[in-house]
């Protein structure tokens, strides 16, 4: 069965230090990775994904994100947080070999950022 | 470009009631997809239709849920009778029916049942 796993229901971090919220996946293929974030009272804003090629994917608002294999994590970097990135953070994939359109969802991580 | 348009953003309304919610989703995307979020759940799928056709009502709650797609322009999810338990956001997302292609949420509708 396909899942996505979020270890930490919440990051703390001082504005300036560099942020990681956490994402391991299972899929039983190849899979497409998605980052997304939800300010209050707002829908999810896509960040972030990972297709293909290089696995360093660059996104929205300095976020970038690492995609291991061998891990099979997908992890969500910044190299210096801002007070305006505390929100709540989802990771989601697809398996490539699936041929509906649903994405699997973790729970979420709250990430607080500390001026 | 516009994004997705929810409506209502808030509803209050009786237990017993019957509570429908709109979508319009983004121009040109074939894929719409119906989720509700509380604390204790998180993000869950209830339907989700490609190119206004249901495809998974798998994560309908019950028979009081129902969602339609009468064109590519307009979705509604309707309650009736309404419940306390019902008490969410509803999220309502489009996208191009293609797997590698991301989902593009509206703002959501907070639903209280009382």
């Known amino acids: 069965a396909q899942s996505v796993a979020q270890p930490e229901d919440q990051v703390n971090v001082a504005e300036g230090n560099p942020l990681t919220v956490k994402c391991t996946y299972s899929?039983?293929?190849?899979?497409?990775l998605f980052w997304y974030v939800q300010y209050p009272n707002r829908g999810l804003q896509f960040l972030l994904k990972?297709?293909?090629?290089d696995n360093l994917v660059k996104g929205s608002y300095g976020f970038e994100a690492e995609f291991n294999k061998s891990q099979t994590s997908f992890h969500l970097k910044k190299p210096s947080a801002l007070v305006s990135d505390s929100a709540l953070y989802f990771c989601?994939?697809?398996?490539?070999?699936?041929?509906?359109?649903?994405?699997?969802w973790g729970a979420g991580t709250k990430l607080i950022i500390k001026p | 470009d516009a994004g997705v348009i929810q409506s209502p953003r808030h509803e209050v309304t009786e237990m017993g009631q019957e509570v429908t919610l709109r979508c319009k989703p983004i121009?040109?995307?074939?894929?719409l997809f119906w989720y509700r979020q509380t604390m204790m759940r998180g993000l869950e799928l209830l339907i989700y239709?490609?190119?206004?056709?249901?495809?998974?009502d798998s994560g309908m709650p019950e028979d009081r849920f129902s969602a339609k797609m009468p064109n590519a322009s307009f979705s509604t999810l309707k309650i009736q009778p309404s419940e306390p338990r019902d008490s969410a956001v509803y999220f309502c997302?489009?996208?191009?029916?293609?797997?590698?292609?991301?989902?593009?949420f509206g703002d959501g509708t907070r639903l209280s049942i009382l």
């Open positions: 997302a489009s996208s191009l029916a293609l797997a590698k292609q991301p989902q593009h």
């Open positions: 121009s040109g995307h074939n894929s």
């Open positions: 239709f490609n190119n206004n056709v249901p495809i998974d």
């Open positions: 899929v039983s293929g190849n899979p497409y």
């Open positions: 990972y297709i293909t090629g």
């Open positions: 989601a994939v697809r398996d490539r070999a699936d041929s509906n359109y649903q994405l699997i």
